[in-house]
């Protein structure tokens, strides 16, 4: 196949809802998921992986629109991974939220999120996104609050985890934490810097776990004087 799911309501003349759940799209030429839309997007359970032509992605979601992007795993955790291009790519102007993701061995980034377009907070819970190919675990570009709770982000061939909403009108925090002692955010084992944050807000760091990351830079890097 081409692309294995390719949804496009982009040119609806008012801003519709996409939602997909138990989805299993897997070996396609050129992406996994495709998703282009004004409005909403809501995944729930999806098995992205093994996309293998030129940069084929995972799962890709462009909205132009200001509905929230939402990847729950109330029905399964979500997978995609060996992907020749991005694990999971999200460009839009709303809120993004993704639980319950094992996102690996990408070639490029595991998560790519930019949604500096709008306002809207970026949340991740419980996910693994490690040992990307050529790219850096999570990478997120955002103007709202950033939170990570119970992320692994090791062995990336570039960055573990880089943070940026410098950008926003107003202080907005970044905070990384864990739901309990015997949990840690491991950002061990990159060849670039293990963490990576800017932001004009406060910044919170809680059971943060970095190990041997090799790169020239500071293992944590962490910059809210903007």
């Known amino acids: 196949a081409f692309a294995g799911i390719a ?16 989805a299993t799209s897997n070996n396609n030429y050129l992406g996994g998921v495709i998703i282009n ?5 809501t995944l729930n359970h999806v098995d992205a992986s093994g996309n293998y032509y030129g940069t084929a ?9 200001t509905g929230a ?28 939220s993704i639980s319950k993701m094992e996102a690996t061995y990408n070639d490029l980034d595991n998560l790519y999120i930019d949604n500096t377009g709008g306002t809207g907070a970026v949340t991740l819970h419980t ?25 692994n982000a090791a062995y990336n061939t570039v960055d ?19 739901t309990s002692t015997d949990i840690d955010n491991s950002i061990g084992s990159n060849d670039g810097a293990a963490l ?11 059971g943060v776990y970095d190990y041997n990351s090799s790169g ?11």
Not at 37 to 41: I, K, Y
Request: charged share 10%; net charge positive; glycine share 14%.
């Open 7 to 22: 949804l496009n309501n982009s040119t609806a003349t008012a801003a519709k809802t996409v939602t997909l759940t138990n």
């Open 37 to 41: 839309t004004r409005g909403a997007v």
């Open 57 to 65: 992605d995972g799962i890709r979601i462009t909205s132009s629109g």
């Open 69 to 96: 992007v939402n990847i729950l795993g109330t029905l399964g955790e979500n997978y995609v991974g060996g992907n020749n291009g991005y694990g999971i790519y999200i460009a839009t102007n709303g809120a993004v």
């Open 127 to 151: 996910g693994n996104y490690g040992s990307s190919d050529t790219g850096t675990g999570v990478n997120i570009a955002s103007r709202g609050a950033i939170s990570l709770t119970n992320i």
């Open 160 to 178: 573990g985890i880089v943070l940026d909403n410098h950008s926003a009108a107003s202080s907005q925090p970044v905070t990384i934490k864990t």
């Open 196 to 206: 990576s944050i800017h932001s004009r807000g406060n910044v919170s760091l809680t």
């Open 216 to 226: 020239a830079q500071s293992h944590i890097i962490i910059n809210n004087t903007y």
